[in-house]
């Protein structure tokens, strides 16, 4: 592939369906130069590619998006956001407690806006907001993340 070109593994900005929200994700499927799956870093989720919302790609005579400017386009997005994310998260970090640890991250606990916790892969973050009865949106280092919590076992 040569610089520029996008394929299967690399990491793009678009919208994901699931959680209703421009996240990372990486490239599944390309025909060609364009787009067509990816694989949400957040939810889990695969899904055909939407660009991010908030840009205008162009689109080929076959309604497909051309990579050219979309994938410029949205990785200087995720350089831009994830940036801004770091300096979000250096400024919530000068706000944590030295004296009190974080709480470790699990899906069947609750948290509060505020609270900071520890998930075993993303590190430290502080929980932002609570997106209905089972998620959360946390800062982490490398941006937010939508993350389960509150949820009962089925056993």
């Given at each position: 592939?040569?610089?520029?070109?996008?394929?299967?593994?690399?990491?793009?900005?678009?919208?994901?369906?699931?959680?209703?929200?421009?996240l990372?994700?990486?490239?599944?499927?390309?025909?060609?130069?364009?787009?067509?799956?990816?694989?949400?870093?957040?939810?889990?989720?695969?899904?055909?590619?939407?660009?991010?919302?908030?840009?205008?790609?162009e689109?080929?005579?076959?309604?497909?998006?051309?990579?050219?400017r979309?994938?410029?386009?949205?990785?200087?997005?995720v350089?831009?956001?994830?940036?801004?994310?770091?300096?979000?998260?250096?400024?919530?970090?000068?706000?944590m407690?030295?004296?009190?640890?974080?709480?470790?991250?699990?899906?069947?606990?609750?948290?509060?806006?505020?609270?900071?916790?520890?998930?075993?892969?993303?590190?430290?973050?502080?929980?932002?907001d609570?997106?209905?009865?089972?998620?959360?949106q946390?800062i982490?280092?490398?941006?937010?993340?939508?993350?389960?919590?509150?949820?009962?076992?089925s056993?």
């Amino acid at each position: 592939m040569g610089r520029g070109s996008i394929g299967p593994g690399d990491d793009v900005e678009a919208w994901c369906t699931r959680c209703r929200m421009n996240l990372n994700h990486r490239v599944i499927a390309v025909v060609g130069s364009n787009i067509q799956r990816v694989h949400c870093l957040t939810c889990g989720g695969d899904h055909k590619y939407y660009p991010p919302k908030g840009t205008k790609p162009e689109k080929t005579e076959r309604g497909h998006v051309k990579i050219a400017r979309s994938v410029d386009k949205a990785a200087a997005s995720v350089r831009t956001s994830a940036a801004r994310a770091a300096g979000e998260w250096q400024t919530i970090m000068r706000e944590m407690s030295p004296d009190r640890a974080p709480r470790t991250y699990r899906v069947t606990e609750s948290f509060a806006p505020g609270e900071f916790i520890e998930h075993p892969v993303f590190g430290i973050g502080r929980v932002v907001d609570i997106v209905g009865a089972e998620r959360m949106q946390v800062i982490f280092k490398d941006g937010r993340k939508v993350l389960v919590c509150n949820k009962k076992s089925s056993a």
